[in-house]
């Protein structure tokens, strides 16, 4: 079974904080994926990378970055934390080299900046 | 630009009964199409993925359609049971939104004892 995990279930920061999530899967995907989750506004993608060393901005990068320097690790950052990031952070991977394979998603992290 | 819709945003119904949700996109020039489960403040489970070139999709109790001509997908969910309360996300994953996933917004289930 394909296992996707973030590094925190819950995290609590202040604003101005330099905020990092990070995300591991076990199965050797290619494909890594950042979202965002809010109410009445669904799963939004904010990164992505298909590869080592390769990013590629979503719908809503602003305010994020992401590193990928290991194939099986993919992080995103907050390099100063803003009340409007508070959401649930969802990260997710996939094999191909065209993303139509399913996507496996992590259990979450659900992020309040003060 | 890709809109995925789901209804109802939210349905209650009594252990046992068979019900139907909806979900509906405006490209039908899709790859394929993702039902997920949500449970509550966890991440999404892949239920059913129906490609592009099929009509429909079973496992178990659960059975996803696909009318790319219409925009819609279903899911079946027969002899509903309590543990089936969550969220169902569909997801279609299209050519003109990068190969990437648009989410509808969900339909939230409760099955009452």
């Known amino acids: 079974d394909v296992k996707v995990t973030q590094s925190s279930r819950y995290l609590v920061k202040r604003t101005g904080e330099k905020v990092f999530l990070e995300c591991v899967q076990d199965?050797?995907?290619?494909?890594m994926f950042w979202y965002r989750q809010d109410p009445g506004l669904g799963l939004r993608l904010i990164y992505f990378?298909?590869?080592?060393?390769?990013?590629e901005k979503g719908d809503i990068p602003e305010g994020y970055s992401v590193s990928r320097e290991k194939k099986e690790r993919f992080s995103l950052i907050l390099e100063s934390a803003s009340t409007n990031q508070t959401s649930m952070y969802l990260c997710?991977?996939?094999?191909?080299?065209?993303?139509?394979?399913?996507?496996?998603f992590g259990p979450g992290t659900r992020l309040t900046v003060l | 630009k890709q809109e995925v819709t789901q209804i109802p945003a939210a349905l209650s119904v009594p252990e046992g009964e068979n019900l139907v949700l909806n979900c509906s996109f405006t490209?039908?020039?899709?790859?394929?199409l993702q039902w997920f489960r949500q449970d509550p403040g966890k991440g999404l489970t892949s239920l059913l993925l129906?490609?592009?070139?099929?009509r429909e999709q079973t496992s178990g109790r659960l059975n996803a359609s696909l009318d790319k001509s219409s925009g819609r997908s279903t899911l079946y969910i027969a002899a509903s049971q309590p543990g089936d309360s969550a969220t169902y996300l569909c997801?279609?994953?299209?050519?003109?939104?990068?190969?990437?996933?648009?989410f509808g917004g969900g339909t939230r289930l409760m099955v009452k004892p």
């Open positions: 997710a991977s996939s094999s191909g080299q065209d993303f139509t394979d399913t996507q496996y």
């Open positions: 199965m050797d995907h290619e494909n």
């Open positions: 990378s298909y590869d080592v060393k390769m990013k």
């Open positions: 490209d039908s020039a899709i790859y394929n």
């Open positions: 129906i490609q592009s070139s099929q």
């Open positions: 997801a279609t994953l299209a050519w003109d939104a990068g190969n990437m996933l648009t």
